[in-house]
């Protein structure tokens, strides 16, 4: 299984992006949706989770701004970014958790920037 992170790109501080994350075949027993991030010199850490339950979880550093969600397409998650900051900028990437293993999309660069 692969998943396909893409919608990323360069943005000026205050602008948008959506980011979307699909499996390449379907997933069974999925727990978790999720998106990190790594900015550059730093971990990866969590942006948002979605669980199966439908409980969300969001880092403080982007309560309020960013929203996740599942598509209408199983195993497909989005990560819908508003008012960006330059400390956004990262490479994001998707998460899937299911029951039996962890899957990891490539990784799609946002850049914020003026």
């Known amino acids: 299984v692969q998943l396909q992170a893409s919608g990323g790109g360069l943005v000026q501080p205050g602008g948008s992006l959506r980011l979307s994350c699909a499996a390449s075949e379907s997933i069974g027993g999925v727990t978790v949706n999720g998106w990190y991030r790594q900015p550059p010199g730093k971990q990866r850490e969590l942006v948002a989770a979605?669980?199966?339950?439908?409980?969300?979880t969001y880092a403080d550093s982007v309560k309020g701004r960013f929203t996740i969600s599942r598509g209408n397409a199983k195993n497909t998650v989005y990560l819908q970014m508003n008012s960006l900051k330059t400390e956004d900028t990262a490479v994001y990437y998707c998460s899937i958790v299911s029951s039996v293993a962890t899957y990891w999309g490539q990784g799609t660069l946002v850049t914020v920037s003026s």
């Open positions: 979605l669980s199966s339950l439908g409980i969300i």
